[in-house]
């Protein structure tokens, strides 16, 4: 299955399902889609550019605290972000 505008064969850390969509922390950055269209159409999902300044592209895990979607880069970056 591809993933957005991601290489084919990307690597998928950790997935999070909430609130109707299903969220993909990958070694390619992290992408969404919602759980009501097909996961399997790549133009369904939705990628995330990160703010500059934050050179990470590869997360390790993906998990919802209060409001905010949370990445965990896999380099040595040692907190979390908010996504939304």
Excluded: Q
């Excluded at 992290?30 to 159409?41: N, P, T």
């Excluded at 209060?66 to 040692?78: A, E, G």
């Amino acid at each position: 299955m591809k993933i957005g505008d991601f290489p084919a064969n990307v690597i998928v850390n950790e997935l999070l399902i909430d609130n109707g969509k299903i969220w993909a922390a990958t070694d390619a950055g992290l992408a969404e889609c919602s759980l009501v269209k097909s996961l399997s159409v790549p133009s369904n999902w939705k990628e995330y550019i990160l703010v500059s300044g934050f050179n990470a592209k590869k997360f390790s895990s993906v998990e919802k605290i209060n409001d905010s979607v949370m990445l965990r880069p896999t380099t040595k970056y040692t907190g979390s972000m908010p996504i939304h």
